[in-house]
């Protein structure tokens, strides 16, 4: 079966909530109800019962149809406040229209909902990709019957500080150093970065 582009990144979506064996999902990029995924089923891939799946949307909540309500287990609008922290927070493929300085502001406000943020930039952008470069901690291929993308993870602040602080223990102070000052960017006064710099100063003798 020959799948369009809406329903190929319907396919990645359920792909990588699988990959990532994610028991909490935000689905802030609307993929779901963009391309009209009435269940968690699609294709021979399911998102089990057990696995807490909300939806962020960026219309009137009052014009999604009721049967999205069986689907998610909450839906929210830009005006709710979010209680809940995320395995995984889906943005897909919603930075198509956003110009750079918009989408690093919204990356950064999704960073308080999740552990990881996954995105897709649109192809053939070398000059966003190197602007967005800061965000970047990994990529995932998703390898399927239809086609491969590559999509990229942001990782939140506790991650990245274990990753830190895994270098710091190695005695790896200048790599530590290049992390931190890479993220220091994103995470502006952050007192959970300032004391790890005390230890990483400490070990280079600063």
Do not use: W
């Not at 696995?51 to 949307?57: G, K």
């Not at 198509?96 to 930039?121: A, P, Q, R, V, W």
């Not at 952008?125 to 291929?141: A, H, P, R």
């Not at 220091?184 to 710099?197: F, P, T």
């Amino acid at each position: 079966m020959e799948l369009n582009k809406d329903l190929k990144e319907l396919y990645m979506f359920f792909q990588i909530v699988k990959k990532l064996q994610a028991r909490s999902v935000l689905d802030a990029g609307m993929t779901m109800i963009n391309n009209r995924a009435f269940s968690r089923q699609f294709l021979n891939m399911e998102i089990e019962r057990n696995v807490n799946l909300d939806s962020l949307v960026y219309l009137d909540k009052e014009e999604i149809l009721p049967i999205y309500k069986a689907v998610f287990d909450n839906i929210y609008s830009l005006d709710d406040d979010i209680d809940a922290h995320y395995d995984l927070v889906n943005l897909s493929r919603i930075f198509e229209n956003m110009d750079s300085e918009n989408i690093i502001d919204f990356l950064t406000i999704c960073l308080e909902l999740g552990n990881m943020i996954l995105y897709s930039l649109p192809k053939n952008n070398e000059s966003l990709k190197d602007e967005l470069g800061v965000f970047y901690t990994q990529s995932i291929k998703v390898s399927g019957d239809y086609e491969e993308d590559e999509y990229r993870i942001v990782s939140s602040i506790d991650i990245i500080k274990e990753i830190i602080i895994l270098h710091v223990e190695a005695n790896e102070f200048v790599y530590a150093k290049e992390l931190l000052e890479k993220y220091k960017i994103i995470y502006k006064n952050s007192e959970v970065l300032e004391l790890i710099e005390e230890y990483i100063n400490k070990g280079l003798g600063e």
